[in-house]
């Protein structure tokens, strides 16, 4: 047994090719200084984004400068996917409750791929112009197009394409098959429009290869991003790509950095593919540790990546569950026949070293181990390869370790190799009562799509069956899997902490979208117009829901991830396909509603305030209180100063973004009149001249008392209220009234006058000495005094009929009499 370092580089990180030139995030070893060649872009949550060649950053870490590079193994484009509509129709012609129609007008879709076709019919206006905003190619050579922060690729944009100058498209068929399906007009020949067939476009083409692979995907995001807020514009991205080994938990830095874009401001929304890996044999095992020895059969893969036939293991786990765990390596001839084991070694106890191990039984050499450990951020992970010459053995992959958690992957489709499922008889081999079954969870692909902030997508059949080129129906047997059904390629959750993933799902097999023009495809690829070809699988899943995030910030524009993921999660749908209960890993939350998605943003605002304006002006406001509003006034002050009679309503945005019409609210402005003065005249209460009178005892209005004078029957407190015909309403002075203190009347009665009709004075039949009051017939007062013998005057009053009260310390008189 034998300890080699090479530094603190891996044998594992010395895969990748040794003079690609790229972007890589590392840790910088503290107060170092980079070396040249070595370039520093920038810092993003706690790791440093340099460019070199990789061979370069090899030699910075032996030399010190560098303490971590992160690298990623094999990525994938997450291809066989296409296009489906998610109750998008309505969207489009604003129907089923939507305000107006929304079709990803004023958004971007990046599309981080293979590259796209962007001459095709449906990348293009209705007046021939190129709807792709900028092209960035992050596999070209460095030249002057070449972005400066990130120091390699070459940059397009709109006024180069329209003037034909256009960047290349070779290996770009998924790219465009991807982009076609979130963002495809339909324009080339009327068919297969895409879910968001107005929205702006930028094309990152991602080499999809090499150790820098997940930085470049972070800096294709970010790139994204910030060209959209120069055009203050809202974005989404799509990733339909990704690598199935990683921590799968989101805090690889990749992940952290799409995640602090996201975090940073409203109006910026990630949606990634789950992955293709859903039928695969399963290739996850999840082990929890104690005293006894626990283990995995490995089978050694002839086709190995690493070169001789071999195993491999990708381990992780939280730093803080390794405290007592421990592994090794075993080997079991056929029979089985264990033939031995490494020592076991401490997790975490040697990091960033190469260690070699030489497995003997007997003296023949039965393998040899290489691993290595290493910290990145809050996990742990160990990469260990076994290379043995017999492909008839089953490596051990063994652990032990009271209270130790971990999970690991690998598979022969990574180039790897498979984990065993049929094992001997556990009641013969009692070693194998402590087997560790691999599970068909977390076959998720690693990094972003497993980042809490992105929303991940399963997929689903889009289609039986099309008309190919030639007239045929493909498949030749019509289609045997019905729509709606998940493929079971889909790969299944949740990340390695137990977070739901995939968070929704969308159709996406057997789906056609744009193709590559310049390339050839086999008749039944294509479709009976011969400008779309059919692709499927979560890669085309995804672009469906990046499309709907597309249609929902052109609805709220200010809205977060947070809200997206919420609003799609909580109106998914249910259908016969699904028959376990929903959240599950399988299908997320459910299947897409688009149109319930957007209907989810409704609101009804409702305009609240002042209808009455009295001798003044009014403020009229809304509920839920508004971003912005544009009253039916034309005015887009808050509140809004109102002065007249009208009906007013309001168009409002509310802090999402959302937009939604008022109910309508009417304004009525009158003149209050000046208040009455009451007077008391023995036993009535007078109100000087008004208008609209209303008697009130104790604040409380006196049912029918709406005369100009009222006779209390109870003591209290009196006042009258005069209002004008819009509702303006006056409160006289408040006087108290006492029964008690009126004097004892002694007779009421009739009185004779004359002449009757009068033209001018009035006689009594006997002489009086006390007061009078003159009331219309509508029980206003029109003139009162006092009466000191037989004459009153009624000079001035004008023809009419009037009742005559006048009152003594001994009686009350009363008479009818008309001025002629």
């Not at 996917?81 to 958004?107: D, R």
């Not at 929205?199 to 090499?210: A, D, E, L, R, T």
């Not at 290489?370 to 490596?395: E, K, V």
């Not at 004075?761 to 009086?768: C, D, M, Y």
Request: glycine share 10%; aromatic share 10%.
């Amino acid at each position: 047994m034998s300890c080699i370092s090479w530094g603190q580089l891996s044998v594992f990180d010395t895969i990748h090719n040794e003079t690609s030139y790229g972007n890589y995030a590392v840790k910088i070893k503290e107060g170092a200084q980079l070396p040249d060649p070595i370039v520093y872009r920038y810092s993003a949550n706690g790791w440093a984004y340099v460019s070199a060649p990789f061979s370069e950053l090899k030699k910075a870490v032996k030399d010190g400068f560098i303490t971590a590079i992160n690298t990623s193994y094999q990525p994938v484009i997450l291809n066989d996917s296409a296009l489906v509509t998610h109750s998008v129709t309505p969207i489009h012609s604003g129907m089923e409750g939507l305000p107006s129609s929304y079709t990803g007008k004023g958004v971007i879709i990046g599309y981080v791929d293979t590259g796209c076709d962007i001459t095709h019919g449906d990348f293009l206006d209705s007046d021939g112009n190129s709807r792709v905003l900028r092209y960035w190619d992050q596999t070209a050579a460095v030249n002057a197009r070449t972005p400066a922060k990130y120091g390699y690729g070459q940059i397009y944009d709109s006024s180069d394409f329209n003037t034909g100058i256009y960047p290349n498209y070779a290996g770009s068929g998924h790219g465009t098959t991807v982009a076609g399906t979130g963002s495809g007009n339909g324009l080339a020949n009327g068919r297969n429009k895409g879910v968001a067939p107005e929205s702006s476009i930028i094309i990152v083409k991602n080499p999809v290869s090499g150790g820098n692979f997940t930085t470049t995907v972070a800096e294709a995001v970010d790139y994204v991003f910030a060209v959209a807020d120069t055009l203050n514009m809202p974005a989404v991205v799509n990733l339909s790509l990704g690598i199935y080994l990683g921590s799968h938990d989101g805090t690889d830095p990749a992940t952290l950095y799409i995640d602090s874009l996201l975090s940073n401001k409203p109006g910026r929304i990630v949606v990634a593919a789950a992955g293709n890996s859903g039928a695969w044999s399963p290739y996850h095992i999840h082990g929890e540790t104690n005293s006894d020895t626990s283990f995995t059969w490995l089978i050694p893969n002839p086709s190995f990546s690493f070169g001789a036939p071999g195993v491999y293991v990708d381990v992780w786990a939280d730093t803080n569950d390794i405290t007592n765990l421990q592994f090794a390596f075993g080997a079991d001839a056929p029979g089985p026949v264990f033939r031995g084991r490494t020592d076991f070694f401490q997790a975490g106890a040697v990091l960033n070293t190469d260690i070699f191990e030489t497995l003997e039984s007997g003296g023949n050499t039965i393998g040899q181990l290489i691993y290595n450990q290493r910290i990145i951020g809050p996990n742990y992970n160990l990469r260990a390869l076994f290379f043995t010459d017999s492909l008839d053995y089953r490596i051990r992959f063994m652990t032990t370790g009271e209270g130790g958690v971990f999970d690991a992957w690998s598979h022969v489709n990574l180039g790897l190799s498979n984990f065993e499922t049929i094992i001997p008889d556990p009641v013969i081999y009692p070693d194998f009562q402590h087997y560790i079954f691999p599970d068909t969870l977390q076959s998720i692909v690693s990094a972003w799509a497993c980042s809490p902030q992105v929303v991940t997508v399963a997929n689903m059949q889009n289609r039986k069956n099309y008309i190919d080129f030639e007239g045929n129906v493909y498949p030749p047997d019509g289609g045997l899997v019905p729509s709606g059904q998940l493929s079971v390629n889909s790969s299944k959750g949740p990340n390695r902490r137990n977070i739901l993933k995939p968070d929704i799902t969308a159709a996406g097999d057997l789906t056609l979208s744009a193709r590559v023009m310049n390339e050839s495809y086999a008749a039944n690829q294509l479709d009976e117009g011969g400008l779309h070809v059919r692709n499927g699988g979560t890669s085309m899943a995804s672009p469906v829901v990046a499309g709907i995030a597309a249609l929902y910030l052109e609805k709220c524009p200010i809205s977060t991830w947070q809200d997206f993921q919420n609003a799609i999660r909580e109106t998914a749908f249910t259908d016969e396909f699904i028959t376990s209960p929903l959240p599950n890993y399988a299908f997320g939350t459910g299947k897409a509603n688009a149109l319930a998605t957007l209907l989810s943003t409704n609101f009804a605002p409702e305009v609240f305030g002042d209808t009455l304006l009295c001798s003044k002006t009014g403020l009229l406001e809304v509920t839920p209180e508004p971003l912005s509003i544009n009253w039916s006034t034309g005015e887009t002050s808050y509140p809004l100063e109102v002065f007249e009679t009208n009906n007013y309503s309001a168009y409002v945005e509310n802090e999402k973004g959302c937009k939604a019409q008022s109910d309508t609210l009417h304004v009525v402005s009158g003149t209050t009149p000046n208040p009455s003065l009451i007077s008391q005249l023995n036993g009535a209460l007078i109100a000087s001249n008004n208008i609209n009178y209303q008697w009130y005892l104790n604040d409380e209005p006196l049912p029918g008392e709406t005369n100009q004078t009222t006779f209390p029957q109870i003591s209290g407190y009196y006042s009258v209220a005069a209002t004008d015909p819009s509702g303006c309403m006056a409160r006289s002075n408040t006087l108290f009234f006492s029964v008690l203190d009126l004097p004892e009347v002694k007779e009421q009665s009739e009185i004779t006058i004359s002449p009757n009709p009068s033209s001018g004075t009035l006689f009594t039949s006997e002489a009086l000495n006390g007061s009078y009051t003159i009331l219309n017939m509508d029980g206003k007062l029109v003139q009162q005094g006092w009466i000191n013998g037989k004459e009153i005057s009624v000079r001035e009053l004008a023809r009419g009929l009037y009742q005559l009260f006048i009152v003594t310390n001994q009686f009350v008189k009363e008479s009818k009499f008309v001025r002629n």
